[in-house]
Every structure is written in structure tokens, then in C-alpha cells.
């Protein structure tokens, strides 16, 4: 009988492949886990894969992004967001969503540079791995609710779901300036339903878990994901890309 982990293999797997045929992608890439073990998955199907980081110089998504790209041996580039730009990006893209909501400001900001940058390269369709902290609890948020039981888990775990979907949907609004199509596998009908039955002690075990994301890692670590890459603290795009910080600065002038 297939194990756990070969099961969620199993699924990754197929999720990708209802969402995309062996071609050539992008991957929205910071060198942490989820992105990392897409990148690698889809490596070994067959894709053609063109990771793709974007933030500014100096970042820890930039520089953490070229080492594990170079250990995964895939082709990386780059987009080094500057100063100049970016105050008016910010308002072309919160004008085109609409909303002064700051995480889908920030993602929708990250999100037209990942398009740009694949334009640039010639690239149609990018991959995410959006869906993971939201179904393997890979949000602090997460370790407020765990002692409530899978109850409150799971609840919370609805509305994370709800929030990613709809963001997703404004982070397309984005990324059509670019005829670029952003997609999530791992927010599949199919791959929710199959995560939500993981049992919660696979994917965080307790309040002081800082790690969380348990069978994910491991799933990583078994494809070849390097293991600096698999068993890394989440850094969220936005942060890792000091895009949160330049956006609050300009808010603050």
C-alpha cells in the first residue's frame, strides 16, 4: 500500500499535469521549499523550466535564489527591482486591483515583475506553488489556532484558501498586461481536497513549531531538493524580496 508521502508525490504529480503538458515555464522562484520542489517536479517531467526571482538588489531572494538554483542545476534569471521604478508600478498596480488590501498590493506588485521578466525570456505560462501554507500550515497564523484543535485549523485553513484564490485572480489582472498566464497546480480542486485529509500532525505539531510544512519538506528532500532549500524557515515573497519594505517607505513619503 502507497505511502503517505507517496501518495502527496503522486498528487503533486498529477495536479501539475492537469494544469500544464510538458513545455517550456517559468517558475516563480525564491529558493525556498515549495518553489523549489516545484521547480524540481516539474524538472523531472519533462518541462523545460526557467526559474524565475525577482526582488531588489541585494535581497535574500536574490542571493539565497542563485545558490539553490545552481544545486538544482536549472536555468535562473533574474529581475533586480530598482528605486526608480517601483513607486510607480506600486500605483499602476493598486489602481488596476483596486484595493488597498497590503499582501495583495505586494503580491500583485511581485507578480508584474515575474510576468515582465517572462515576457522577456519568451515565456506564456508561469508556475506557482501558491496553495502550500495555505494547506500545510505553513502560516504563523497557523501555530495561534493549533491547540483549539483541527476544528479551528481547518476553518482558518478555509479562509486562507478563499483569500489565495481571489488574490490569484487579481495577480492574473496583473500578469495579462504581459499575455503571460500565471497558474497554481496546487490550488487544484483535486490537490485541495486530497491535502486537506493529511493528517495535521504531518503538517505542524504544536504552537512552538516554527518549522511546520513537515511532510512537504520531506517530499522535497526525497525528489533531490537540496536540503538548505527543503528545511528552510518560510520568508514570504514579498518579504524576501524587500518589496513589503520599499512599499511601506513609499507610504510613509
Known amino acids: 500500500m502507497p505511502s503517505l508521502l507517496s501518495k502527496l508525490h503522486e498528487q503533486v504529480v498529477s495536479a501539475i499535469g492537469n494544469t500544464?503538458?510538458?513545455?517550456?515555464?517559468?517558475?516563480?522562484?525564491?529558493g525556498g521549499v515549495d518553489s523549489s520542489l516545484l521547480a524540481k517536479v516539474c524538472s523531472d517531467l519533462g518541462f523545460e523550466v526557467i526559474l524565475l526571482t525577482v526582488g531588489f538588489e541585494g535581497s535574500h531572494d536574490i542571493e539565497f535564489s542563485k545558490k539553490i538554483a545552481s544545486i538544482l542545476k536549472l536555468k535562473h534569471?533574474?529581475?533586480?527591482?530598482?528605486?526608480?521604478?517601483?513607486?510607480?508600478?506600486?500605483?499602476?498596480?493598486?489602481?488596476?486591483?483596486?484595493?488597498?488590501?497590503?499582501?495583495?498590493n505586494e503580491n500583485c506588485i511581485a507578480f508584474h515583475y515575474v510576468s515582465k521578466l517572462a515576457k522577456?525570456?519568451?515565456?506564456?505560462?508561469?508556475?506557482?506553488?501558491n496553495g502550500i501554507d495555505e494547506l500545510f500550515c505553513g502560516y504563523n497564523a497557523y501555530r495561534e489556532v493549533v491547540?483549539?484543535?483541527k476544528e479551528a485549523i481547518m476553518e482558518l485553513m478555509e479562509s486562507k484558501l478563499a483569500n489565495e484564490v481571489e488574490m490569484m485572480k487579481a495577480v492574473n489582472r496583473i500578469s495579462s498586461k504581459y499575455y503571460v498566464?500565471?497558474?497554481?497546480?496546487?490550488?487544484?480542486?483535486?490537490?485541495?481536497?486530497f491535502a486537506k485529509s493529511v493528517p495535521i500532525k504531518e503538517k505542524i505539531r504544536g504552537r512552538?513549531?516554527?518549522?511546520?510544512?513537515?511532510?512537504?519538506?520531506?517530499?522535497?528532500?526525497?525528489?533531490?531538493?537540496?536540503?538548505?532549500?527543503?528545511?528552510?524557515?518560510?520568508?514570504?515573497?514579498?518579504?524576501?524580496?524587500?518589496?513589503?519594505?520599499?512599499?511601506?517607505?513609499?507610504?510613509?513619503?
Open 20 to 30: 500544464a503538458k510538458p513545455q517550456r515555464i517559468g517558475i516563480a522562484f525564491s
Open 77 to 104: 534569471v533574474i529581475y533586480p527591482i530598482t528605486g526608480g521604478e517601483f513607486h510607480d508600478v506600486a500605483s499602476e498596480v493598486r489602481g488596476a486591483i483596486g484595493t488597498d488590501n497590503l499582501s495583495w
Open 120 to 129: 522577456k525570456h519568451g515565456i506564456s505560462m508561469v508556475l506557482t506553488a
Open 147 to 149: 491547540e483549539e484543535g
Open 181 to 193: 498566464k500565471i497558474l497554481q497546480p496546487l490550488l487544484s480542486a483535486g490537490f485541495v481536497e
Open 208 to 253: 512552538d513549531d516554527l518549522v511546520r510544512k513537515h511532510i512537504i519538506r520531506q517530499l522535497a528532500l526525497s525528489v533531490g531538493v537540496p536540503e538548505e532549500a527543503a528545511l528552510k524557515r518560510k520568508k514570504a515573497l514579498q518579504y524576501g524580496s524587500l518589496i513589503h519594505k520599499n512599499l511601506l517607505r513609499l507610504g510613509k513619503t
